[in-house]
């Protein structure tokens, strides 16, 4: 029903910004977009959600303040911002989505910020 693919993911200092999008395909009417994480030998972690409507967000303290989530319903597409990159944001970025839970995943983009 839905595939997203993520890109925009790459090499940055720390300090740097990076923008990843998450392109949805099928419907997603009444769904929630989220961003996950995953650094090599650790869980995959919550990092930003947002509503159907773009109104209300929710953030993981660790990257509450530099990270920035935000959707473009009409294109079918969820962003997120990276700001003031560190180090221990290297990880694998996954899009979710899904109603009540996430029922869909992104394939990951692969995001690495050097010290």
């Known amino acids: 029903q839905v595939q997203l693919v993520e890109s925009g993911g790459g090499l940055v200092q720390a300090g740097g910004s990076l923008r990843l999008s998450c392109a949805a395909s099928?419907?997603?009417?009444?769904?929630?977009m989220g961003w996950f994480r995953q650094a090599p030998g650790k869980e995959r972690e919550f990092a930003a959600v947002?509503?159907?409507?773009?109104?209300?967000?929710q953030y993981a303290d660790s990257v509450k303040g530099r990270f920035t989530i935000s959707r473009d319903n009409a294109k079918n597409t969820v962003y997120l911002q990276m700001n003031s990159l560190k180090p221990e944001d290297t990880a694998v970025y996954y899009c979710?989505?899904?109603?009540?839970?996430?029922?869909?995943w992104g394939q990951g983009t692969q995001v690495t910020v050097s010290s």
């Open positions: 979710a989505a899904g109603v009540g839970g996430y029922d869909y």
């Open positions: 099928g419907r997603t009417y009444s769904y929630g």
């Open positions: 947002i509503n159907w409507s773009g109104d209300r967000t």
